[in-house]
């Protein structure tokens, strides 16, 4: 089973800037597909982003769409999350995980998650 830790997370001010890192272990990492979910107070756990397993596709939700990119780096067993120009409704404790496309759109490849980084974006 594939363990994740997510880094990076930090309070920042609106418009800012952080990257999130996810190093895995234990699993085939360079052949899974990889994604960034994010969960703020109260609400449920949402898709962020995802990316193939070479990293030549991309898939990002609407409310990221042009501010976030996500990359991988296969060598390094790692997956980042470049976030620009954040908004305070960016706030939320990210994790990364592996990732699947559904009819309902992208979700969680398991229920294996890390302990998530938190980011807070102030007015």
């Known amino acids: 089973q594939v363990q994740l830790v997510e880094s990076g997370g930090g309070l920042v001010q609106a418009g800012g800037s952080l990257r999130l890192s996810c190093a895995a272990s234990?699993?085939?990492?360079?052949?899974?597909?990889m994604g960034w979910f994010r969960q703020a107070p109260g609400k449920e756990r949402e898709f962020v982003a995802a990316?193939?397993?070479?990293?030549?596709?991309?898939y990002y939700a609407d409310s990221v769409k042009g501010r976030f990119t996500i990359s991988r780096d296969n060598a390094k067993n790692t997956v980042y999350l470049q976030m620009n120009s954040l908004k305070p409704e960016d706030t939320a404790v990210y994790y990364c995980?592996?990732?699947?496309?559904?009819?309902?759109?992208?979700?969680?490849?398991?229920?294996?998650w890390g302990q998530g980084t938190q980011v807070t974006v102030s007015s």
């Open positions: 995980n592996r990732a699947q496309s559904r009819s309902t759109g992208w979700g969680p490849y398991s229920g294996n």
């Open positions: 234990g699993g085939a990492f360079s052949v899974y597909v």
């Open positions: 990316i193939s397993w070479s990293g030549g596709s991309t």
